[in-house]
């Protein structure tokens, strides 16, 4: 199994700066990608940033300039520092981890969730 934990959400003011951090755990052999996303009340999930392995970068329009998406490797863990906060960055954000991972002498594919953290900015 692969765990997939979040942290650092809470409550800022808006042109505040949160930083999220996301670690993945467990029988991992590979990570190919990992990202945020992030739902908002009566929307859908939608993608804010994610990385790869090689380190190339994908933001949503609504958020290139201001937030900054970062991996270590070596803990298999992934920032989200987030500035110039805006009430419309309110959501719950959640971390996501792909790759292959072990079972056995196997090695299948995997694609978790983790379980949210919730960031609110307040006017």
């Known amino acids: 199994q692969v765990q997939v934990v979040e942290s650092g959400g809470g409550l800022v003011q808006a042109g505040g700066s949160l930083r999220l951090s996301c670690a993945a755990s467990?029988?991992?052999?590979?990570?190919?990608?990992m990202g945020w996303y992030r739902q908002a009340p009566e929307k859908q999930r939608e993608l804010v940033a994610t990385?790869?392995?090689?380190?190339?970068?994908t933001y949503a329009d609504s958020v290139k300039g201001r937030f900054t998406i970062s991996r270590d490797n070596a803990k298999n863990t992934v920032y989200l520092q987030m500035n110039s906060l805006k009430t419309e960055d309110t959501a719950v954000y959640y971390c996501?981890?792909?790759?292959?991972?072990?079972?056995?002498?196997?090695?299948?594919?995997?694609?978790?969730w983790g379980q949210g953290t919730q960031v609110t900015v307040s006017s």
């Open positions: 990385i790869t392995n090689g380190g190339s970068t």
């Open positions: 996501n981890c792909n790759g292959q991972r072990t079972l056995g002498p196997r090695k299948i594919p995997y694609d978790n």
């Open positions: 467990g029988s991992i052999f590979t990570i190919n990608a």
